[in-house]
């Protein structure tokens, strides 16, 4: 059974850094996607970042140049760090991946931008 475990969330003062982790368990199969997508208050679910097993990754434009994703394949993890952190990045942070063709979700870490 596919398991993403995330850590790293928190309280941040605006201007600060996080960084959050996600490690993925449970599948022999190559993990096609992972990422992070979030969900602040009365707001849907969106794309943060992601990064395919080749080359590809992807940003929504809110958080290009402060938020780097980097993907370890052979490990299975998953890092976010995240800068220049605004009250606007306040979330629930969920863990993302894609193996074989299904989605998979961590339990979700709160990150908190606030002095």
């Known amino acids: 059974q596919v398991q993403l475990v995330e850590s790293g969330g928190g309280l941040v003062q605006p201007g600060g850094s996080l960084t959050l982790s996600c490690a993925l368990s449970g599948t022999t199969f190559a993990v096609d996607v992972m990422g992070w997508y979030r969900q602040g208050p009365g707001k849907q679910r969106e794309l943060v970042a992601t990064?395919?097993?080749?080359?590809?990754?992807n940003y929504t434009d809110s958080v290009k140049g402060r938020f780097f994703i980097s993907r370890d394949t052979a490990e299975n993890t998953v890092h976010l760090q995240m800068n220049i952190l605004k009250p606007e990045d306040t979330a629930v942070y969920y863990c993302?991946?894609?193996?074989?063709?299904?989605?998979?979700w961590g339990q979700g870490t709160q990150v908190t931008v606030s002095s």
């Open positions: 990064a395919t097993r080749g080359t590809d990754i």
């Open positions: 993302y991946a894609r193996v074989y063709g299904d989605s998979y």
